[in-house]
């Protein structure tokens, strides 16, 4: 299954779609809509021709046709950008044809389109090609971009004259306030850095919604929102954005009220005709988690029943034992990976589920709702051991029986072996095959590590893998990261992929949660 790939449309769009409007829950969202804060970024080094770096405020040699400057703004920003131009030589008797590109990594910067191999479509490089006809001229561009990194390349200019950069800058926005977050509680300067890192990440994401990244796609997914509002409560603490998103996704349903994968905010409101069963799922573990953190009864009456008819859905696709049929014909995200088997890891997941909405029923004093849901709790529990190997000491998957590191981390979240037991299966992941290609599969491995009280190996974990994306000289998380195939792409190509990815952000929740927590 593919969750963003070249397919999507034949594989992953619900038949018939269709969209519901909820205006009361779009007007509740609207009325959280976040003010975005501006800061201004200028470059901190410039190189020419493939020049070594040198700082951006010495001087800027002039631009003939071919030349090519780069421009380090230093860290990542979003924004948009405004660039002033003048000449030198001869007046100016013809246009200059200028090609920009942006990225977060240099990898991205000059990326040909006619060369591009990816399966998501080359409308997601960052590049413009403009013409500048009168000088001296500043050009501020329309669109938004996400970036560390800025190739200016001069692809045709009249000999009489060169071309002078003055000025180039960037109105950065976020609705997020970076200042107001306390550093963690903790003296090791690699959590620090790891903190840090997570912290610019959501705060990029931060838009006036939970976006899953800046440069692309642009837009909420629930996965990456789940996490991202664990990450916010813990840092900047803004339950508003979190609620906002909530009305969202509730108020633009599919077909029979199902809460899609993932909704545009622009050019107007509108849900994708994408539904994955984790996903809808995982409404309810926002909700939850958000019930948890601020009290909000209200709010959870209003979005009790689209939560419990999320519930009522993945049942459909259940088989007489209680068991998430698999099949080709479904869709669940759970991570990358080829060939990797989801119906374990989904089971878990609608445990998991049902085990929240009993939670949240006890709260809105719906007893007979909550010991229904634990009812079917309780025999989703039983069906998922019938893909336990009892030999072996390990969850299968799907027809085939296929053992991965996704079906043991989520049959241990969803608690159902004794302590012990889920402890000695963490202990032998690293012999098993299929391993997360994802920051957002490796949260829930930290997850399970935690929870089965190995918060060290998780801190381990932690500098092992995020670590690895800091020593490459990231700032922020990627969307997708192998220590061990750095050149794997789940679209088949690097420079399309996001380096700033909301669901890779959780170093800064787990830092703030588990440091200097004692394990019994």
């Known amino acids: 299954m593919s969750r963003k790939g070249k397919d999507m449309a034949s594989t992953n769009s619900l038949p018939g779609f269709q969209m519901t409007v909820n205006p009361v829950f779009i007007e509740k969202a609207q009325e959280l809509k976040p003010l975005l804060r501006e800061t201004m970024a200028s470059p901190m080094r410039i190189s020419l021709d493939g020049g070594e770096w040198q700082a951006a405020g010495e001087s800027i040699p002039s631009l003939h046709e071919g030349s090519v400057l780069r421009l380090d703004f230093g860290h990542h920003v979003t924004g948009y950008v405004r660039f002033s131009f003048d000449t030198e030589g001869s007046p100016p008797d013809a246009p200059a044809l200028l090609e920009l590109s942006f990225g977060e990594k240099e990898l991205e910067l000059g990326a040909q389109l006619e060369n591009y191999k990816g399966n998501l479509t080359a409308s997601?490089?960052?590049?413009?090609?403009?013409?500048?006809?009168?000088?001296?001229?500043?050009?501020?561009?329309?669109?938004?971009?996400?970036?560390?990194?800025?190739?200016?390349?001069?692809?045709?200019?009249?000999?009489?004259?060169?071309?002078?950069?003055?000025?180039?800058?960037?109105?950065?926005?976020?609705?997020?306030?970076?200042?107001?977050?306390?550093?963690?509680?903790?003296?090791?300067?690699?959590?620090?850095?790891?903190?840090?890192?997570?912290?610019?990440?959501?705060?990029?994401?931060?838009q006036d919604v939970f976006e899953d990244g800046p440069k692309r796609d642009r837009r909420m997914w629930l996965g990456d929102l789940y996490l991202q509002a664990k990450t916010n409560y813990l840092t900047f603490g803004n339950t508003d954005l979190v609620k906002r998103c909530l009305y969202l996704f509730a108020g633009l349903r599919q077909n029979e009220g199902r809460v899609g994968a993932t909704l545009f905010v622009r050019p107007r409101l509108q849900v994708d005709d994408i539904y994955l069963f984790d996903y809808a799922l995982f409404f309810i573990f926002t909700l939850y988690d958000y019930y948890k953190y601020t009290g909000d009864e209200e709010t959870l009456q209003e979005l009790y029943a689209t939560a419990q008819r999320q519930v009522e859905i993945a049942s459909e696709r259940l088989d007489e034992h209680g068991l998430v049929k698999d099949s080709a014909d479904w869709w669940c995200f759970i991570d990358w990976g080829e060939g990797l088997n989801k119906q374990c890891s989904a089971q878990a997941v609608f445990i998991l589920a049902l085990e929240k909405l009993s939670w949240l029923a006890e709260v809105l004093g719906r007893n007979e709702e909550?010991?229904?849901?634990?009812?079917?709790?309780?025999?989703?529990?039983?069906?998922?051991?019938?893909?336990?190997?009892?030999d072996k000491k390990v969850f299968r998957s799907g027809e085939a029986g296929q053992?991965?590191?996704?079906?043991?981390?989520?049959?241990?979240?969803?608690?159902?072996?004794p302590e012990e037991e889920a402890r000695r299966l963490l202990l032998q992941l690293d012999r098993l095959p299929f391993k997360p290609q994802t920051p957002f599969m490796h949260?829930?491995?930290?997850e399970a590590l935690c929870k089965c009280r190995f918060q060290d190996k998780a801190f381990a974990h932690m500098k092992a893998y995020w670590g690895a994306m800091l020593q490459e000289g990231a700032d922020t998380y990627y969307e997708?990261?192998?220590?061990?195939?750095?050149?794997?792409?789940?679209?088949?190509?690097?420079?399309?992929?996001?380096?700033?990815?909301?669901?890779?952000?959780?170093?800064?929740?787990?830092?703030?949660k588990y440091c200097g927590v004692a394990v019994e």
């Not at 960052?126 to 996400?146: G, N, S």
């Not at 950069?165 to 550093?183: E, F, G, H, M, P």
């Not at 996704?406 to 072996?417: D, E, K, M, N, Y």
């Not at 949260?443 to 930290?446: D, E, I, K, S």
Request: charged share 25%; aromatic share 14%; proline share 4%.
């Open 403 to 417: 053992v991965s590191w996704h079906s043991q981390i989520w049959a241990v979240l969803a608690g159902v072996l």
């Open 480 to 512: 997708s990261f192998n220590p061990d195939a750095r050149d794997f792409s789940p679209y088949g190509a690097k420079e399309i992929e996001s380096y700033c990815h909301a669901w890779s952000c959780t170093p800064a929740y787990f830092i703030r």
């Open 124 to 206: 997601w490089l960052q590049q413009e090609r403009i013409h500048v006809d009168e000088f001296p001229c500043t050009i501020k561009l329309p669109r938004r971009y996400a970036f560390r990194y800025v190739e200016i390349k001069i692809l045709a200019i009249s000999p009489k004259y060169q071309l002078v950069l003055q000025n180039v800058d960037t109105r950065c926005v976020s609705s997020a306030d970076i200042l107001q977050v306390k550093a963690p509680d903790t003296q090791d300067t690699e959590l620090c850095q790891l903190d840090k890192a997570g912290i610019w990440t959501l705060h990029e994401c931060m």
């Open 370 to 390: 909550k010991q229904g849901f634990f009812t079917r709790m309780e025999k989703a529990k039983r069906a998922i051991m019938r893909l336990y190997d009892k």
């Open 443 to 446: 949260h829930f491995y930290l």
